[in-house]
Nanobody
Framework: QLQLVQSGGGLVEPGGSLRLSCAAS????????MAWFRQAPGKEREFVAR????????YYADLVKGRFTISRDNAKNTVYLQMNNLQPEDSAVYYC?????????WGQGTQVTVSS
């Protein structure tokens, strides 16, 4: 049974930080690129960040580049998204995904709310 279980979301003030985790079970992600997406109310789901299977190459959406960092620990079968200097525009439900050409498997999503 494949599961991508996310954690680490919550409410933060502008300028704050959060780290999201995505732990896989029923699937070894070491050979798979992984990615994070987000979806805000009334908006389409959008790409946030992607990382290669080894973690050697990353790619970010322009709006988060320099503030967010995607990483992975294949020994723990987990991918992370470190989010710094969060802004209200970053508020969304964040999803991790196994990406084999296109997203194939999704986490359940976790809410990130940035508000004063």
């Amino acid at each position: 049974q494949l599961q991508l279980v996310q954690s680490g979301g919550g409410l933060v003030e502008p300028g704050g930080s959060l780290r999201l985790s995505c732990a896989a079970s029923g699937l070894t992600i070491a050979t798979s690129p992984m990615a994070w997406f987000r979806q805000a109310p009334g908006k389409e789901r959008e790409f946030v960040a992607r990382i290669t299977s080894s973690g050697s190459i990353t790619y970010y959406a322009d709006l988060v580049k320099g503030r967010f960092t995607i990483s992975r620990d294949n020994a723990k079968n987990t991918v992370y998204l470190q989010m710094n200097n969060l802004q209200p525009e970053d508020s969304a439900v964040y999803y991790c995904a196994v990406v084999i050409g296109t997203p194939r498997y999704w986490g359940q999503g976790t809410q990130v709310t940035v508000s004063s």
